[in-house]
């Protein structure tokens, strides 16, 4: 854990030293930046998306359109069918965090 703390906080550095340079580049007036420590480190990140549906047609027919109104005419197309009743993923501190998916389905339509 401290060599991953360790790898982060010299990348933090080489990010820094980057950012200068190409700021000093177009004359900007830098100075020596302090990074303030009230960063992404000291909040929780939180989120969670409910009932998501996703279909994919299994056809290679490029002038395919989906009809406003489904009516008996409509072709029917084969499609893969996505559905998730929630994801959640959250972080704390920028150091941990946990990801949740909760009810996944899929399933092909043929017709």
Do not use: C, W, Y
Request: net charge neutral; no cysteine; proline share 2%.
């Amino acid at each position: 854990m401290l060599e991953r703390q360790e790898l982060r906080a010299t990348e933090l550095a080489a990010f820094k030293e980057k950012a200068q340079s190409i700021l000093k580049t177009f004359d900007v007036n830098v100075g020596d930046v302090q990074l303030e420590q009230a960063s992404v480190n000291n909040f929780i990140i939180s989120v969670s998306i409910r009932n998501i549906g996703v279909a994919f047609p299994l056809t290679h027919d490029e002038e395919l359109e989906l009809p406003h109104k489904k009516t008996k005419d409509s072709a029917a197309v084969r499609a893969f069918l996505i559905s998730v009743k929630s994801i959640e993923f959250g972080t704390h501190r920028g150091q941990t965090g946990q990801a949740a998916i909760h009810h996944l389905s899929f399933q092909f339509i043929s017709r």
